[in-house]
């Protein structure tokens, strides 16, 4: 018995006669369990495997038809009432068991293996890639196990024909490799072993110039499609052959998309995190940029680079909601595709960027509760990779996307500041300055939602003097609409500035926001901070038309209504406003909430209100941002609970 998978999943007997499978789901059955090399797969993991997405009620049982029907075609001649011996029942599932060198695909990996060790395995290893008659597993449908098999094992493929003519040309050998290469590159474009192993192809045939030009060309691919600098061994290759001397030969080396391998010093992505960290137009190009990087990484089907360029973006962020929604959704896509088909036994630290890279992009109202859940449990399984690794870049990334799915409901501000002091912590000992800011940031928004505005002006004057070394502009954007929330608390109390210069103050920060490239924090913002001072000064609501309530009318709009007489239009409004997002202004719009249903003797929406409150009674509405204030909760709260006991 011979079954084959790399090309179509195809079985024939030691005479060469094909053995006939059945159907496709016979055949992606076999191909799974061949994938298993002879381990366990569970009835529950082969349902899962061949029903992602809606497993029919008969499931079990289409399996287990599958299965007979499988060895009745494997074992033809095997008496009634014997066991099998090809297709065994294992406890809660079943394994394939068959010598490695009767698998194609095992019998490819331990050729492979041999010739890693002793290069004289060079010719079996010819064969072991002639025997190849596409991409494995090419008849099975795009399953998640069937990408995650076809993508290592053609990175096997790669490796081995990069080997193979590794050890011709270290022989002196190389007749054919030059059109092999070529094959090999078209499919390839982005290995640079595989540009280096041609050029000297073409050295040694005598085509010293084409070899010359085709390091010129590697060059210029890895930068229009990657945006990477080659590794040390194209630009020493080149020398050799501009200078006459003979191409050096060097240890096989790992492929520079390979786990542990650094990228290129000069990555799309590097360039992309430089303008995020600057602002302004450049922070829009850098999300284009990110983007861009992580769409071309994906066309070259090297999962391990796309991982690396998906998580090498460990650009700090501090809001919880996204500047660009689609952007960060692709980007969240991306993450997911990727850790689907890397599988559980991927390296720990991409996959631990990765679950970072979902945790922090998986920001904004549009997330559904299941996309919600998601991303707290990627924060929380990056955090833990994360710390079993001792990775102190990495764990401040994690910790980011554990600050960022902390808005789960009201009042959580001092577990937020526990993980802010853990990322400053970790940036000052282990130099990561763009982290301290972000430490500074998120202490500084917690001191704020706490009421503890000494402590939050400390961690803003030291923010701003991270920023003044470590070129973070943004900074003093953030910290001006901080000093304009403290003076709003100051305004209620003796001696404090008006509000008239509270108000000014809130316009001067929002102007500097304006150009900063946030749309997704600046949207709205202004509004809502005038309406909190009206609130803390007891006077109606702001009315000027030209005023952008942005994502925040909803909440605001039954108070505007109420501040305009028009009572039957703000019982509407507030029926129709729904529950808060949970982001850094949850509190803020329940507060709202509650003071709307209060004034409008609505006890139910009332009610509501104070559940989600009740936490939160020690904060200041609006303050975990940083940015603004409505005044204590305990005020809205109080009003709810009144409002709430006339049921």
Request: charged share 25%.
């Amino acid at each position: 018995m011979r079954i084959d998978v790399l090309g179509a999943v195809q079985a024939s007997r030691d005479d060469g006669t094909p053995v006939p499978l059945g159907g496709p789901r016979h055949r992606e059955l076999l191909g799974r369990l061949v994938a298993a090399e002879g381990r366990l797969v569970t009835t529950a993991t082969l349902i899962d495997d061949l029903w992602p997405e809606h497993p029919p009620p008969r499931a079990l049982g289409s399996v287990r038809t599958f299965v007979a029907a499988l060895r009745r075609a494997l074992e033809p001649d095997r008496p009634p009432r014997t066991p099998p011996r090809v297709l065994l029942t294992e406890g809660p599932g079943y394994a394939l068991r068959l010598p490695r060198e009767d698998v194609d695909a095992h019998r490819f990996q331990d050729v492979l293996a041999r010739a890693r060790r002793t290069p004289g395995e060079v010719t079996a290893l010819g064969e072991a890639l002639a025997a190849w008659r596409g991409p494995a597993y090419a008849d099975v449908a795009d399953s998640a196990w069937a990408e995650r098999e076809r993508a290592r094992l053609d990175e096997l493929r790669a490796e081995a024909v990069e080997l193979r003519a590794r050890i011709l040309l270290d022989r002196g050998e190389g007749a054919g490799l030059v059109t092999d290469l070529r094959d090999h590159i078209a499919v390839h474009p982005w290995r640079e072993p595989a540009w280096t192993l041609l050029a000297r192809a073409l050295h040694h045939a005598g085509h010293r110039a084409d070899a010359l030009d085709t390091l010129r060309r590697a060059r210029a691919t890895l930068a229009d499609q990657l945006g990477l600098d080659p590794g040390p061994d194209l630009p020493r290759l080149e020398t050799d052959l501009l200078t006459g001397a003979a191409p050096s030969t060097h240890a096989p080396a790992t492929s520079w998309t390979g786990p542990g391998v650094p990228l290129g010093p000069r990555t799309t992505v590097d360039l992309a995190r430089t303008l995020a960290l600057a602002g302004g137009d450049a922070l829009v190009r850098s999300r284009s940029d990110r983007l861009a990087a992580i769409t071309a990484a994906e066309r070259t089907g090297d999962l391990a680079l796309t991982a690396r360029i998906i998580g090498a973006y460990d650009v700090p962020a501090l809001w919880s909601r996204a500047d660009d929604p689609a952007q960060s959704r692709a980007v969240v896509e991306a993450a997911e595709r990727t850790l689907t088909v890397l599988g559980p036994d991927a390296p720990a630290d991409l996959t631990a960027r990765l679950l970072a890279t979902v945790a922090v992009e998986s920001r904004g109202t549009d997330l559904t509760p299941p996309e919600q859940d998601r991303a707290r449990d990627a924060a929380r399984q990056a955090e833990r990779l994360a710390r079993d690794l001792g990775d102190p870049g990495l764990l401040a990334f994690t910790l980011n996307g554990v600050f960022l799915q902390s808005f789960t409901r009201p009042g959580l501000a001092a577990a937020r500041d526990r993980t802010g002091a853990e990322i400053l912590h970790l940036a000052t000992a282990h130099d990561l300055p763009a982290f301290a800011v972000l430490g500074r940031l998120v202490r500084l928004q917690s001191a704020s939602a706490l009421g503890y505005l000494d402590a939050a002006t400390a961690h803003a004057e030291a923010a701003e003097r991270l920023a003044a070394t470590t070129e973070a502009p943004l900074v003093p954007v953030l910290t001006a609409w901080f000093r304009a929330r403290a003076a709003a608390t100051r305004s209620t109390e003796p001696g404090g500035p008006s509000p008239a210069t509270v108000a000014a103050q809130y316009r001067t920060a929002d102007e500097t926001l304006r150009t900063a490239g946030m749309p997704g924090l600046h949207r709205g913002l202004l509004p809502l901070a005038l309406l909190g001072l009206r609130l803390l000064h007891g006077r109606p609501a702001p009315t000027d038309p030209r005023l952008d309530r942005g994502p925040y009318r909803p909440w605001t709009e039954p108070l505007l209504l109420l501040d305009q007489g028009r009572t039957t239009e703000a019982r509407t409004a507030l029926a129709a406003a729904p529950a808060p997002p949970p982001d850094h202004m949850q509190e803020a719009l329940w507060c709202l909430t509650a003071g709307a249903a209060a004034r409008l003797g609505d006890p139910d929406t009332a009610a509501r209100a104070a559940r989600a409150l009740r936490d939160a009674r020690t904060e200041h509405a609006g303050a975990a941002s940083g940015l603004l204030t409505l005044g204590p909760v305990a005020t809205y709260l109080e009003e709810a609970e009144r409002c709430a006991s006339t049921r």
